[in-house]
């Protein structure tokens, strides 16, 4: 079975620092990671994802994240936050091995303050 | 290329009728996953289709829920005698028949059960 942990329900950042969101992931296989933004009365809207390759991903809005194998992590990162990034972010992962169905985290509040 | 379309937005309906969600994938896409979100908390898979089949349905309860994806038109989320617990919001999200291919989630129905 997969499962994927982000152990912060919420993270605070001044604006123009920073930002880190964590994710743990536990897969049989091969993980294929995926990270998700959502904002108020909206669905979730594709950040990036990891497949193979280099450990640094970069994606949309400046985001970026880092597959550590050795850690099962895939960190979701951004050098410098803005108020606008405020929103609820979603770790996913795929198991190459067991199909299509994707395993979300239980999601991260972000919250970037002036 | 439009979006995942789901409608309605919001529906509200009286204890014991039947509600009924409609999602209409990606130009191109065809395999097609409900979620459910509950206020503040991450997304619960629910069931995964492809055109007239169930892949996956672990996700969903096994009374009052069904869902199909027809050869023609949009896929259904069915639930039956609905109760308030079923007040949530529900995702719906579609990808290509590729492993690597990231879901597209639509902007939900908020059901609202009353």
């Known amino acids: 079975a997969q499962s994927v942990a982000q152990p912060e329900d919420q993270v605070n950042v001044a604006e123009g620092n920073p930002l880190t969101v964590k994710c743990t992931y536990s897969v049989s296989g091969n993980p294929y990671l995926f990270w998700y933004v959502q904002y108020p009365n909206r669905g979730l809207q594709f950040l990036l994802k990891?497949?193979?390759?280099?450990?640094l991903v970069k994606g949309s809005y400046g985001f970026e994240a880092e597959f550590n194998k050795s850690q099962t992590s895939f960190h979701l990162k951004k050098p410098s936050a803005l108020v606008s990034d405020s929103a609820l972010y979603f770790c996913a992962v795929r198991d190459y091995n067991a199909g299509n169905m994707l395993t979300f985290g239980g999601g991260t509040r972000l919250m970037v303050k002036p | 290329n439009a979006g995942v379309m789901q409608n309605p937005r919001h529906l509200v309906r009286r204890r014991g009728q039947e509600a009924r969600l409609r999602c209409s994938p990606m130009k191109g896409h065809s395999h097609v996953y409900w979620y459910r979100q509950l206020p503040e908390e991450g997304l619960k898979f629910m069931v995964y289709?492809?055109?007239?089949?169930?892949?996956?349905e672990s996700g969903m309860p096994k009374e009052r829920f069904s869902a199909e994806f027809p050869k023609e038109g949009p896929s259904i989320l069915r639930i039956q005698q609905v109760v308030r617990g079923d007040s949530a919001a529900y995702f719906c999200?579609?990808?290509?028949?590729?492993?690597?291919?990231?879901?597209?989630f639509g902007n939900g129905t908020r059901l609202t059960v009353t």
């Open positions: 990891y497949i193979t390759g280099d450990n």
């Open positions: 999200a579609s990808s290509e028949d590729r492993v690597e291919s990231p879901l597209h």
């Open positions: 289709l492809q055109k007239e089949n169930i892949i996956d």
